[in-house]
């Protein structure tokens, strides 16, 4: 049937969307990838070499990713192979496969483009293995997931990896421009609704196309221009490209976390709204916060563990929008606390020295002898009771005897309250030393 409307010259005059027309017809023709397509880039050179390695192509929606396969294909006159690892299984895999080893009997080449190669499992993606090795096809996989999760090393080993980029302003506006020389007409919309265009296209080139013509469709040729409200109004609101269950949900909390840790409220703030404004689980915010009051702030700060747990218990008695305010309160004051790891590293390594030392007991002195025989074994002989000591601190030995070097495991920062318990340990060092070297 498709062969008749072809005959006919129906096909190019069914309508197409403006995305499908504006698709790219060469490689640098692909907006806000330079780096991959320009005159110095990757893809440019593999090409000019005349060897076209097995590639996944990593990058957000609407980058690009299938219009470079599909131009590979082209440029490299390999046969296209097309499957989708959400609709594909087993029985596609197998028979693209045969087609590529019939062609390769025939001597030609095909380009397996498989979009979203992340879905499929282990044993899927190991089934491209022996067509990879023997040049049977050349593997082009495309995914928005981070490909050393999600793709096995296997496949990894044998493919170059090409990140590509979310488009950024100058990539946007070079689309909406091709847009508008396309419908020959400027896309009806003021300044400020133009940049607004781009903004809720949130680097996606499909979506920012996509957006301009539905604003071209409404506003009549003469039209007056849209502001950002009517705009708003008319597009409503593209939600966030934010996938709470994959790269999105990692990415985010990590900028949360750094931004934290590296005392900036502001950015802090930033990220956590872009949390809630995606949809995320607020517990696993709440969650987050309060081990970063534990890993980074510690007891330069014990209040900040308080607040963490805080604002966890009042989100969970006021629920969203109410207790979203207790996350935000948190977030502020964890990003404005003082800063110490001493207690990540100080348990770090005690853990490391007690896994080294295996199952030492600990000294006698400081061991209870309930039964005679363990009074006669030496159990509790010599301990001194430190409220009754001066200062009320004794100097014993409470690591195990066989342990000669006394560790140092906390070392506090002269930052907040740990200011306070660096000079306590001092003092109490200092003591240590005087009831040793009198004994």
Not at 47 to 56: K, M
Not at 191 to 211: E, F
Not at 237 to 252: F, I
Request: glycine share 8%; hydrophobic share 40%.
């Amino acid at each position: 049937m498709s062969n008749l409307f072809e005959a006919a010259g129906l096909e190019k005059s069914a309508p197409r969307p403006l995305a499908d027309r504006l698709r790219p017809q060469k490689l640098s023709e692909v907006a806000g990838q330079a780096h991959i397509v320009g005159p110095e880039g990757t893809l440019t050179r593999l090409l000019a070499s005349g060897r076209l390695p097995s590639l996944i192509l990593w990058g957000p929606p609407g980058c690009g990713k299938t219009t470079i396969a599909r131009l590979l294909a082209h440029e490299t006159k390999l046969e296209l192979e097309q499957l989708s690892a959400i609709f594909s299984g087993v029985a596609e895999l197998r028979k693209a496969f045969d087609r590529a080893k019939a062609r390769r009997e025939q001597g030609r080449g095909t380009l397996l483009f498989i979009d979203e190669i992340h879905r499929f499992n282990r044993s899927q993606q190991d089934s491209f293995l022996p067509y990879m090795e023997d040049g049977t096809i050349t593997l082009v996989g495309a995914t928005t997931e981070n490909p050393s999760f999600e793709i096995n090393a296997a496949v990894l080993s044998r493919a170059t990896v090409l990140t590509l980029n979310r488009l950024d302003e100058d990539a946007l506006e070079d689309l909406v421009k091709r847009a508008e020389a396309e419908e020959r007409r400027p896309l009806p919309l003021d300044a400020d609704a133009r940049d607004a265009l781009k903004s809720m296209a949130d680097g996606d080139g499909r979506a920012v196309i996509n957006l301009a013509e539905e604003v071209l469709l409404a506003v009549k040729p003469g039209g007056k221009p849209l502001d950002r409200t009517a705009l708003v109004k008319l597009v409503q609101r593209r939600a966030p490209l934010y996938d709470k269950g994959r790269d999105g949900h990692y990415n985010l909390i990590s900028a949360l976390h750094k931004a934290v840790r590296g005392s900036d409220p502001d950015a802090s703030l930033y990220w956590l709204c872009r949390m809630l404004d995606g949809g995320e689980d607020r517990l696993f915010i709440a969650r987050r916060l309060v081990r970063m009051a534990i890993e980074d702030i510690g007891l330069a700060d014990p209040q900040a563990l308080v607040i963490a747990n805080a604002a966890k218990e009042t989100f969970d008695f006021l629920g969203s929008p109410e207790g979203e305010l207790a996350l935000a309160e948190a977030t502020i004051y964890l990003a404005t606390a003082p800063k110490s790891n001493a207690n990540y590293v100080a348990y770090k390594a005690a853990m490391r020295a007690a896994k080294e030392h295996g199952s030492l007991s600990p000294p006698k002195i400081i061991l209870n002898a309930p039964t005679k025989l363990m009074e006669e074994e030496g159990y509790g002989d010599g301990y001194l009771y430190d409220h009754d000591q001066p200062d009320a601190f004794s100097g014993q030995n409470y690591f195990p005897d066989e342990m000669r070097t006394r560790p140092k495991f906390y070392d506090p920062p002269e930052r907040g309250f740990e200011r306070e318990l660096g000079k306590r340990l001092s003092y109490w060092d200092g003591l240590r030393r005087k009831r040793q070297d009198s004994q």
